[in-house]
């Protein structure tokens, strides 16, 4: 099926391409390599007019996060650096572009990102970021459960592992979205 982006009724959403997360480990794709592909993808979204929206977790005291009891190892300590939720200076983050700051994994959850979508008569989302299987999946679905057209960049996302970044690109997105490469979407903008 041929991919068409129809840029005012779609947005780019680039999920936690902030200082403190994209220094770690990539896999399949090297963190950088998929902050070139998200700069590209904003930057051609906002050469068209296209709506563009950063998302980037923060918390002040970690207290507004989850604190679940978990049989994995406990997320480290509060301990982060003052810039850990600075957008990467890649993205060249613009007045126009829409800044959302999330408490947990999802962009939707206590967020106004559905608020301001509707507002601009959105339907359709272009999804990437870190981690494929983390944040960018959970967002995936929230956006499913309120009816969004995606469309999901497979060389514009990592996970923090190649068999979770796989896992989602072959047993979730095919359910909720399409999938395809940031040349497929910056070639099939309208």
Known sequence: MELKVNIASTALVVIDLQKGIVGLQGAPYATSDVVSRCAELAK???EHEGF????HVGSRDGKDMLHPITD???QAPMN?????ADFVTELQVQPTDHLVTKHQWGAFFGTDLDLQLRRRSIDTIVLCGIATNIGVETTAREAYQR???QIFVSDAMTGLSEIEHD???RYIFPRIGRIRTTEQVVNAIE
Do not use: G, N, S
């Open 52 to 55: 563009v929206v950063l998302v």
């Open 44 to 46: 051609v979204f906002r």
């Open 80 to 84: 982060r650096p003052a810039d850990f």
């Open 167 to 169: 896992h989602t690109l």
């Open 147 to 149: 009816q969004y057209q």
């Open 72 to 74: 994995a190892a406990p």
